[in-house]
């Protein structure tokens, strides 16, 4: 067995500072022995790494510092170290330090052996270790491995990159420059490039500033692209030539068109098109000739810039020089001649280049047919669609999926189902696009059970479902309220082979936000950013909402300024659920406060988030300050809706304020805005609730003048305040005129005339119309609970209580008000233990007991002289949360006084805490 000695330089190299001098030197004597042994194991030819090794005293006091130094030991023999690096890692699961990697890719590189070397730094960058790790680990082993060339540096930098980690690249890259460390420039090249890609442009430009300021590495033609295109990108033109003219003063600039492509696209970008142009035009005198690239890129600049007589001239330049257009180039010509209203012109275009073969006439049919269908040319579109067979062109499976799309997207789902059906019966390939389309179509809908269908025939034809089939479906469960559903949805993706994506997990975030299951959001929420599903603006703006929805700002706050944090963009779906919540827990200057930030952020809030603020202030009476708030909003160029004006008017009339309602209701008028029906009705509702008759009726005739029709809740409210008025025979005029308009009276109709008859005693009619309402399907609690109250009020309790046993049959459920009116009668008639068995009927049946329930079960308790029956109600009025109030207080006062003029004792009670 061969025997080897340590090299002192290593032990000096990569022994680690002990915490004394003689400590130090006997843990350097016991790794010396114990590196000794692991060497003749490696070299050993009888025994077999996995059996030395597997060895308890070896395998116990085998540390990442002893493979350490072994490998430095041993570096000269590249591949036996790699051999026995991955013999530890796979068989034994050694877990090397990074200084162990970097020990090794000196090796390999010195050996020329690249790859190994290359795929070595993969394998590190993939671990969790961090960028200042790996650097001082691979500076440390520059020096103990006397490395003489910076490789190692030059391929964990492009590890990093091609792990695309360019941002841990940069680190490295700074960090090296800071020891001294500079990579060479196919490095500086690739890492400048993966800056762009992942448009960070702003630091591939001080990458590259860097590097002229601090190295002597000169840029090549890559980097000069790259930087032109950051440049370009960041909207600095001026310094993109600069770099142009500094290219060209090199060796190489001449010979470099693309270079001068991207310039011509930053140019066109920017609308600086006729400045792309010559340099378009002087490239010949560089020695170069505009290609495909060139000349697309121009032609698109100038579409876009509205050129299209220039565009058409390129092209036809273009294709005289045998250059083929791209399908975006010639797409875009056809939009714009589309938009002029040159159709003709767009058809001779495609079959000119048609004839040229340069591409089918029929991908410019499409492209054609889909312009028309996005600019809501439907007509268009659908002529052009038979024009086609005429032309001898046989629509294909993309001219069907357009169509299709088109139709779905506008509700005619039938019509696209016949398309489609059309489509498989001809033969053409059916991709996943149309059935997208038509799933999307039929949830929208709320036709889920075609849209399931639709899902299992997509998987019977071999189609794997996309991530937008399971959102359309998920969304559509849960706009019906079947979140079960949605969730096993959700649940069956991965299994399928498809992605959750944001905008999945997003639906059904949103579907358990509405329905107020915030914890469950929450938990999808958790588990959407644990599974590297990033959220976007619209996940945050729907948990917001729904945390706002519940009362809890501190956590829509704090999701606020996480999203803030992760550098989201927040818009007015983010600031209107924050100004609600904040105005709906009474916290409206604190919301007015968020209004003025977001201003003074130079962020405009639209005219959703105004109206959320102007009802906060309503909401608390602070009229004055609504409209104040208005005036600064209009002024900061708001454009008021309807829905603003109405909550402002709204909150005037709430509070009386009838002159400047009407003042604002002018001003909206002539302003331009329509009142539409709920403003006026809302206005007619409360000039009639107060009394102001003439004054509803002008507005009811000004509402008609203007085209706004009345709808059913707009007689009703009008009917209402007839009747109350006492003007009965009035509002069954405009009964009559409200059937005459095909308008049909519902169930509230029908209460204000049955409410009028009962207080006026008339319950011969009441009754009556309790049966025409019975006979139409109209009656409901609501209504057998008017009936209920006037037979009450009218001393009849028997006829009372069988309207109570009919109303069950019609499978009506009573609610409190519906006991509380019986029990009243029953309890002032005497008759408390009738009243008791309604009480426990009631609690039996689920329904919780309001305030005036138990004060009227308390009073018939006094009234018997039942104070211990009536205390004990009032003690389980505090066991549920339900508030006393001063009638509560004044009944148990009465009757205990009256107990104590007989001379009976007093019961203690009030909690157990005092007696009265």
Known sequence: MRHFRLNPLVRISVNRPLSSSSSSSSSSEMDEGFVKILLDIVFSKHQSWLTALSSPVISSRLQQRHVELLLLHISDQPRLTLRF?????????????????????????????????????????????????????????????????????????????????????????????????????????????????????????????????????????????????????????????????????????????????????????????????????????????????????????????????????????????????????????????????????????????????????????????????????????????????????????????????????????????????????????????????????????????????????????????????????????????????????????????????????????????????????????????QGNVMPNEVTYNVMIEGYCMRGDTVRAFNLYDEMLAKGLVPDNYTYRPLISGLCRTGRTSEAMQLADDICNENKRLNNISCSALFYGFCREGRIAEAYLVWKQMVERGVQMDVVCYSVLIHGFLKHHEFFCSYMLLKEMVDGGVKPDHILYTNIIETYSRVGKLTEAMGFWNRMVCQGCAPNTVTYTVLIDGLCKAGFSWKAKLLCKEMLGNGIFPNYFTFGCFLDHLVSEGNMEEAVNLHVVMLREKLANTSTYNILLKGLCKEGMIQDATNLFVEMRNYNLLPDCISYSTLIYENNRKGNLEEAFKLWHEMLSGGIKPDTLAYNFMIYGCALKGEMQKAFALYDDMIRTSTKPNSATFCTLIHGTSVMAARGKSLPCSLGDNSCI
């Open 85 to 529: 690096f991955n013999f530890l890692g796979l068989h034994l699961r050694f877990p090397h330090s990074p200084l162990s990697f970097f020990i090794l890719v000196h090796s390999l590189l010195r050996s020329g052996l690249h790859w190994p070397a290359s795929s070595l730094l993969q394998s590190l960058v993939s671990r969790p270790t961090s960028p200042a790790e790996a650097f001082y680990s691979l500076s440390f082993s520059f020096h103990a491995c006397a490395a003489s060339s910076s490789s190692a540096l030059d391929f964990l930098i492009q590890a990093y990159i091609q792990a695309r980690n360019v941002l841990d690249a940069l680190a490295i890259l700074r960090l090296s420059m800071s020891a001294g460390m500079v990579p060479e420039v196919r490095t500086f090249s690739d890492l400048i490039i993966g800056l762009v890609k992942i448009r960070r442009f702003d630091r591939a430009v001080q990458v590259f500033d860097d590097m002229k300021m601090k190295t002597r590495v000169l840029p090549d033609v890559f980097i000069y692209t790259a930087v032109v295109k950051s440049f370009c990108e960041m909207n600095n033109l001026d310094r993109a030539w600069d770099l142009i003219f500094q290219m060209e003063s090199r060796e190489f600039g001449a010979s470099s068109l693309t270079t001068y492509n991207v310039l011509i696209h930053g140019l066109c970008k920017n609308q600086r098109v006729m400045e792309a142009l010559q340099v378009k035009n002087s490239l010949p005198e560089k020695g170069l000739l505009a290609n495909e690239v060139t000349y697309c890129t121009m032609i698109i600049g100038l579409c876009k810039a509205r050129e299209l007589c220039m565009a058409l001239e390129l092209l036809k330049e273009m294709t005289g020089l045998g250059l083929v257009p791209t399908d975006a180039a010639i797409s875009l010509v056809v939009d714009e001649l589309r938009k002029d209203g040159k159709i003709q012109e767009a058809f001779d275009l495609v079959e000119m280049l048609g004839k040229m073969g340069i591409f089918t006439n029929l991908f410019s049919y499409n492209a054609l047919i889909n312009s028309l269908c996005k600019s809501q040319k439907f007509e268009e579109a659908e002529s052009l669609f038979i024009a086609m067979r005429g032309k001898g062109l046989l629509p294909n499976d993309v001219t069907y999926t357009i169509l299709i799309d088109s139709l779905c997207k506008r509700g005619k789902l039938e019509n696209a189902h016949i398309l489609f059906d059309k489509m498989k019966q001809e033969g053409l390939q059916v991709s996943l696009y149309p059935y997208s389309s038509l799933i999307n179509g039929y949830c929208r809908a709320g036709n889920l059970i075609t849209a399931e269908t639709l899902l299992q025939e997509t998987m019977n034809h071999g189609l794997v479902p996309n991530a937008f089939i399971y959102t359309s479906l998920i969304s559509g469960y849960c706009r019906e309220g079947n979140l079960k559903a949605a969730l096993k949805l959700h649940c069956q993706m991965p299994g399928r082979g498809v992605a959750w994506n944001t905008h999945s997990f997003t639906a059904l975030i949103s579907g358990f936000c509405r329905a107020n299951d915030m914890e469950e959001a929450t938990t999808l929420f958790d588990e959407m950013v």
